[in-house]
């Protein structure tokens, strides 16, 4: 899973890529048009059309580190909720099902957020901890169908848990 999720990353940095550049040669031409000074100096619209890349890129990468759906915390729950939390199968889904519809009626994107099962009702607030991090969200598909796992985190929260495969996951579901 982390070479497809390594080069989706590098296809999408391409894509930013090209698309800085497709602007950088859009606002060039536009220069020209109007008698601007930028083709005489054609190593400067290289170095904007650099630059603008590299920082697309940034921002492209900090807006999807802090990209999350409603309701989500990560922070330690309190010491009731940790009494009671079950440990039990989880994996996690995304790649291949993105711009698809959950069955709760939420578009799965990359940076969706939220937790399959398949009898509780959608919305229902969950909690997982997974090697010392923890992650509260809601119920949006149905499913695990794999593994024989009772839930199946997006593969947004699956990352902000550091899960990376089919393991044991300790779960707290609403006010138990």
């Known amino acids: 899973m982390d ?8 296809e ?7 698309e800085a550049l497709a602007m950088s040669r859009r606002r060039a031409a536009a220069a020209r048009q109007m008698g601007g000074g930028a083709t005489g100096r054609p ?17 492209a990468a900090a807006s999807a580190q802090a990209a999350t759906s409603g309701g989500i ?13 079950e440990k039990e199968t989880a994996t996690w889904y995304g790649p291949g099902l993105w711009g698809n519809e959950t069955a709760c ?14 009898r509780l009702p959608c919305g229902t607030e969950v909690t997982f901890a997974y090697k010392g991090n923890y992650l509260t969200t809601k119920v ?3 499913g695990p ?26 779960v707290s579901v609403g006010d138990r």
Request: no cysteine; glycine share 2%.
């Open 3 to 10: 070479n497809l999720t390594a080069r989706i990353a590098a």
């Open 145 to 170: 169908y794999a593994n024989d796992a009772r839930w199946d985190l997006t593969q947004a929260a699956a990352r902000k848990l550091e899960f990376e495969e089919t393991d044991q996951i300790l």
């Open 73 to 85: 915390a990560t922070t330690s729950p309190d010491q009731t909720d940790r009494r009671h939390m």
């Open 43 to 59: 190593d400067r619209v290289a170095l904007w059309a650099f630059l603008m890349a590299i920082a697309v890129t940034i921002a």
């Open 105 to 118: 009626g939420k578009t799965l994107e990359r940076k969706t957020v939220g937790v399959a099962h398949r």
């Open 140 to 142: 949006i598909d149905r």
């Open 12 to 18: 999408q940095e391409d894509q930013i890529r090209r």
